[in-house]
């Protein structure tokens, strides 16, 4: 337990934080899940929608604080090359 307004003020902030981050972490994944889906059926086109879903949310995330910069820009780099492998 907090043992100062402040403090228990910041476990407040934390616990809404670690909600919005876990949603949003949550929500990378379904789209990279959605992405990889499309890959592995061959179609081409609903893959590339699917990618610039992911890339749009992964770039969002980053905005937002919740993924560092290196680490989304990996993910859309492997994710890119992924359906470039595909054509």
Do not use: H
């Not at 228990?8 to 949603?23: L, P, T, Y």
């Not at 890339?55 to 604080?65: E, N």
């Not at 993924?67 to 492997?78: D, Y």
């Amino acid at each position: 337990m907090p043992n100062t307004k402040s403090a228990e003020r910041r476990m407040r902030n934390s616990a809404r934080k670690q909600q919005r981050n876990r949603s949003v972490k949550s929500r990378l994944k379904s789209f990279e899940k959605r992405f990889v889906a499309a890959l592995k059926t061959g179609k081409k086109d609903e893959a590339g929608t699917a990618l610039r879903e992911a890339i749009s949310t992964y770039d969002k995330a980053v905005k937002g604080g919740v993924v560092p910069r290196a680490t989304a820009n990996r993910k859309k780099s492997r994710l890119t090359l992924a359906l470039a492998k595909l054509k």
